[in-house]
């Protein structure tokens, strides 16, 4: 039943009396100057200009200018902000700030790795003209906490966020979409891109290679911010407010010390859009939690504004101004797509459509763009089906694109448009030609011609972009397709790259939890195998006192604590457990259970054992390395 009554007699009542043509004429009206009726419509974030940077980088103008606008300084410093208050800049896109309480010295997150962190503490210690002792490390989030020991001294206390280290946990190397997601980041950051010549990245929305090697001294909070909730606390002897301020992350949070009239924030005050969506894929970043949180910031009158991901902001003005372009940016995104979803527009028409005055959106998308972001929120509220009746059934891919290029005459008939396109140059061609490569690429994925056209049109367009997401992924798309994509001098895909990711390493997965392997295992049950099958026994690992029982039945691995061994029992040793999730068999002794489980699973998205696998993207020993390519 409906959940709302239609008044069929006032509906029809109001069709006699004429009503509601006028009405709808005015309202279609209005939509035809919103869309404007254009020929050729291309984002804003797409320019025909370029210009080339001192690496040699091909890009554009505003490209080339992001590092400043993040804060970024020509060196590493620690910027005295105020009496006993600095930023630490210059070892990457995030900064790391630091505080002297009368208790002793508050750090904010705690950097990329330990040997930054070391760097950034020598550095401050010279600033100061003496050594620090640091009462307490307050972490925003979880992506910047690598650095950890370097700050450590007795007594130290790390703050964070309540599920801080469960997200973290999360987001590493056991997940089973660890490697899609990964391999996606790595196109989007552009970690194998050259460093120098028309191909490198033109500013630091990038990550080096060398951001895998990175060794981490993570250590997980020992005090905790209660989520969701507005706390008053005294931490060092220095009164702090902590209140969720939630923008990429749920865990993250601000600070505000009012003595000081100083806010700290994550992502949240930029000179950007703020990514509602990410190119490399990502849980829906509500933009109503961020506005909401954000209100607690515009309550606060601070006088200095310091966030991990842009410069110094000083002065009351200054600071208001910054949160109210940043915030109300995000909420005009929303707001505006779900307007054109209520006049009937679907995702890509509304990201066609939508206007955003030039104050706000001029030059301000060097990371995400505006498009992207308006289809993911048509997504976070309507899902996937734009209201088109064919894509509830359509036909498949393939044999989408065979019609398709059938109907254009053949695939003889699209190579000649797209390579014709691609040579006419311009945004549209270029746009049309990779729409055309991606049918004939269907149909044939090593067709030279198409390949060709493809490479040449994403490198076209990733020079033309200011968004650094779009730059990734269309430069990546160029070098693949030609073999210039090199992990340590060999030739790699993203393909390839996500089977290495896709594949935990042995000693992640010994170190990890008992569930973190069972719920791994999850994801490999086939149901061709394991239809019609059901077997249920208990699984008891060293080291866990917790006894599980797995169960598969109707295709699923149910997991679940138990009291007592059932009457199929299985004891493994960590390693024993890790070895049967990556496909080396089951424990020779008892593991009657797990071999019979193994038949049902399939590990074909996996790294084939024996395998050569590129040292970077290989185990690294005993050491702890931040494999996180977030931000």
Same mark, same amino acid.
């Given at each position: 039943m409906p959940y709302r009554k239609l008044n069929i007699a006032v509906f029809v009542a109001a069709l006699a009396i004429g009503v509601h043509p006028p009405a709808r004429a005015a309202d279609a009206a209005d939509g035809s100057r919103e869309a404007g009726s254009q020929t050729s419509w291309h984002s804003q974030s797409l320019t025909t200009e370029t210009v080339t940077g001192p690496n040699g980088a091909i890009t554009t103008r505003t490209a080339l200018g992001v590092n400043p606008r993040l804060g970024v300084t020509e060196g590493k410093v620690a910027e005295r902000i105020d009496a006993g208050v600095y930023a630490l800049r210059g070892w990457g896109i995030a900064h790391s700030f630091a505080i002297e309480a009368p208790n002793g010295w508050i750090v904010v997150d705690t950097g990329d790795s330990t040997q930054a962190a070391t760097?950034?503490?020598?550095?401050?210690?010279?600033?100061?003209? !003496? !050594?620090? !002792?640091?009462?307490?490390?307050?972490?925003?989030?979880?992506?910047?906490?690598?650095?950890?020991?370097?700050?450590?001294?007795?007594?130290?206390e790390i703050w964070g966020h309540e599920h801080l280290d469960r997200n973290r946990s999360a987001a590493g190397g056991t997940s089973v979409l660890g490697g899609v997601l990964q391999s996606n980041m790595i196109a989007q950051f552009g970690v194998f891109h050259p460093t120098t010549g028309p191909d490198a990245f033109p500013n630091l929305l990038s990550f080096p290679p060398e951001k895998f090697l990175a060794v981490s001294s993570y250590q997980p909070p020992t005090k905790l911010f209660p989520d969701g909730k507005v706390v008053d606390l005294v931490i060092a002897g220095e009164p702090i407010q902590v209140a969720p301020v939630r923008?990429?992350?749920?865990?993250?949070?601000?600070?505000?010390?009012?003595?000081?009239?100083?806010?700290?924030?994550?992502?949240?005050v930029v000179d950007?859009?703020?990514?509602?969506?990410? +190119?490399?894929?990502?849980?829906?970043?509500?933009?109503?939690? @961020?506005?909401?949180?954000?209100?607690?910031?515009?309550?606060k009158n601070a006088e200095i504004l310091l966030d991990i991901h842009a410069p110094?902001?000083?002065?009351?003005?200054?600071?208001?101004?910054?949160?109210?372009?940043?915030?109300?940016s995000v909420q005009l995104i929303h707001d505006q797509t779900l307007r054109l979803i209520a006049s009937g527009l679907g995702p890509r028409e509304a990201a066609e459509v939508v206007y955003m005055p030039g104050n706000l959106r001029d030059r301000r998308e060097i990371y995400g763009q505006?498009?992207?972001?308006?289809?993911?929120?048509?997504n976070g509220n309507m899902g996937w089906f734009d209201g088109d009746v064919y894509e509830i059934n359509p036909l498949s891919v393939r044999e989408e694109a065979e019609r398709t290029v059938q109907a254009m005459g053949g695939r003889a008939a699209v190579e000649q448009m797209a390579t014709q396109a691609v040579a006419d140059g311009g945004l549209a061609n270029w746009r049309w030609g990779l729409k055309l490569t991606s049918l004939l690429l269907k149909l044939d994925p090593v067709d030279p011609a198409a390949r060709t056209a493809r490479a040449t049109a994403a490198r076209a367009l990733g020079q033309r972009t200011d968004s650094a997401n779009a730059r990734g992924f269309y430069i990546t798309e160029a070098l693949q397709i030609e073999g210039k994509l090199l992990v340590q001098d060999r030739p790699v895909t993203l393909n390839e790259i996500r089977t290495f990711l896709n594949t935990p390493r042995a000693d992640v997965l010994a170190g990890a939890s008992v569930d973190q392997n069972l719920q791994f295992v999850r994801f490999l049950v086939d149901p061709r195998k394991a239809e019609g099958q059901r077997l249920v026994f208990t699984l008891a690992a060293e080291g866990d006192p917790q006894i599980r029982q797995v169960e598969l039945r109707n295709c699923v691995l149910v997991i679940s604590p138990v009291a007592s061994r059932g009457a199929r029992h299985v004891d493994v040793t960590r390693s024993e457990l890790a070895d049967f999730? +990556?496909?080396?068999?089951?424990?020779?002794?008892?593991?009657?259970?797990?071999?019979?489980?193994?038949? @049902?699973?399939?590990?074909?998205? @996996?790294?084939?054992?024996?395998?050569?696998?590129p040292a970077v993207l290989d185990a690294k020993g005993d050491l702890k390395y931040n494999d996180g390519l977030e931000h």
């Open positions: 760097e950034m503490r020598e550095t401050l210690e010279r600033a100061v003209g !003496k !050594k620090i !002792k640091v009462a307490a490390i307050l972490l925003t989030h979880w992506h910047y906490a690598d650095g950890t020991a370097a700050w450590l001294d007795e007594g130290t923008t990429d992350v749920m865990d993250s949070v601000g600070f505000y010390f009012p003595q000081r009239r100083l806010l700290v924030t994550n992502a949240l950007s859009i703020f990514n509602i969506y990410t +190119l490399r894929g990502s849980a829906f970043r509500n933009p109503e939690i @961020m506005v909401n949180d954000a209100r607690w910031v515009e309550s110094t902001l000083r002065g009351e003005k200054v600071v208001r101004a910054a949160v109210e372009r940043s915030v109300d505006v498009e992207s972001h308006v289809r993911q929120v048509y999730v +990556l496909g080396k068999g089951a424990p020779a002794r008892g593991g009657d259970a797990l071999a019979e489980l193994d038949r @049902m699973l399939d590990r074909g998205r @996996m790294l084939p054992p024996g395998a050569a696998v």
